[in-house]
């Protein structure tokens, strides 16, 4: 998170996918480190990929049922990224993912 806050988002894309290759962690922090790598990547510049792991995100989040807020709020620049891209499905499944934090 820290290279992401120093403006250098190639660096924490970088980690955050090694920290993606060590099968053996929570799936908490998968999904945390899902969201965060898809902000990483839409601050890079790049929407497409963001997009694409937010999906992964929000999907492996609705099937462990996640209650923390963490992902989600990580992801909020890439939902307003994907509404200004048209992606009525990523929105529609974050959206969700928000509503079901608020009913728990």
């Keep these: 998170m820290g290279w992401g806050r120093l403006g250098v988002p ?6 955050y996918r090694g920290v993606l290759g060590d099968e053996g962690d929570l799936a908490r922090n998968r999904i945390c480190a899902h969201s965060y790598l898809a902000g990483a990547l839409l601050d890079e510049g790049d929407v497409t990929l963001a997009i694409t792991e937010g999906r992964t995100a ?3 989040f609705a099937a462990a049922r996640m209650t923390s807020a963490r992902p989600i709020n990580a ?3 890439v939902r307003v990224a994907a509404e200004n ?8 499944h974050f959206d969700a993912a ?3 934090l608020t009913a728990v």
Excluded at 10 to 15: E, M, T, Y
Excluded at 85 to 92: K, Q, R, Y
Aim: hydrophobic content about 50%; glycine content about 8%.
């Design 85 to 92: 891209a048209g992606d009525e499905e990523f929105c529609a």
């Design 98 to 100: 928000e509503r079901a």
């Design 58 to 60: 929000l999907q492996a």
């Design 10 to 15: 190639g660096r924490a894309v970088a980690l």
């Design 75 to 77: 992801m909020r620049p």
